[in-house]
Nanobody
Framework: QVELVESGGGLVQAGGSLRLSCAAS????????MGWYRQALGKQRELVAE??????NYADSVKGRFTISRDNAKNTVYLQMNSLKPEDTAVYYC???????????????WGQGTQVTVSS
């Protein structure tokens, strides 16, 4: 069993920064890929950033402001968010897709979510 736990959310003024963490625990040796998603009130969940063994990808809305990274020793993935805007307000979730972990996971895993609120 694998558990993903997010932390680091909170309330910040526009222009500020936050760093989210997603720690994976359980029967896991390594994270090969992970994604950060967000869901604003009344909207669909959307992919914000993802990291694989050698690449990172970002939604156009966060390019140049957000950075995804990982610490293999801690099995933790981070999302550094700078220059935050009110439209970044959402619940942020980390996601380990099927096959993204070692040993390979059949099922995808989601964290419980962490609230990010950006005031104007």
């Amino acid at each position: 069993q694998v558990e993903l736990v997010e932390s680091g959310g909170g309330l910040v003024q526009a222009g500020g920064s936050l760093r989210l963490s997603c720690a994976a625990s359980g029967s896991i040796f390594r994270i090969n890929a992970m994604g950060w998603y967000r869901q604003a009130l009344g909207k669909q969940r959307e992919l914000v950033a993802e990291i694989t063994k050698g690449t990172t990808n970002y939604a156009d809305s966060v390019k140049g402001r957000f950075t995804i990274s990982r610490d293999n020793a801690k099995n933790t993935v981070y999302l550094q968010m700078n220059s935050l805007k009110p439209e970044d307000t959402a619940v942020y979730y980390c996601n380990a897709p099927s096959g993204s972990l070692e040993p390979p996971n059949v099922w995808a895993y989601w964290g419980q979510g962490t609230q990010v609120t950006v005031s104007s």
